[in-house]
């Protein structure tokens, strides 16, 4: 057995020196829609990091993320068997997040927003934030500016 290296801290148990994975990553629809329509510029960065981020934790979607691809696809079994290939988790949207995506909706508001109704990034957003998921997404200024601590793996 080799000595450790003088440049490298070793320890037998450094559990606290570890920084704690998230519970799982919420994919964003952009991300999906990427892969499916095989997008030419995005593509391959999204392919990539659903890799990276299924080999850390689950990866999540929920029935708003379900929406927002349905419309590339004319049946229901087509989108199914098209999500057949990734390892998927569904979730359905927690209540905490319902409330969340509303207070950031009236932020959005008083910021002169012209939506009447809060959009789905909100629900998305609130909903990777109170289940303690970081975001795969390529919207990263909305997400930011809404939701300032969620975690986001964005280019």
Known sequence: MSAPSPHIAAEPNARYLVQALPRATLVDSCVLIDVLADDPQWATWSLDQLEACAAIAPLVINPLILAEISPRFERA???EAALAGLPLVREALPWDAAFLAGQAFKVY??????KTSPMPDFYIGAHALVGQMQLLTRDAARYRNYFPTLPLVAP
């Open 77 to 79: 079994s087509d989108l």
């Open 109 to 114: 508001r008083q910021a002169q927003g012209s």
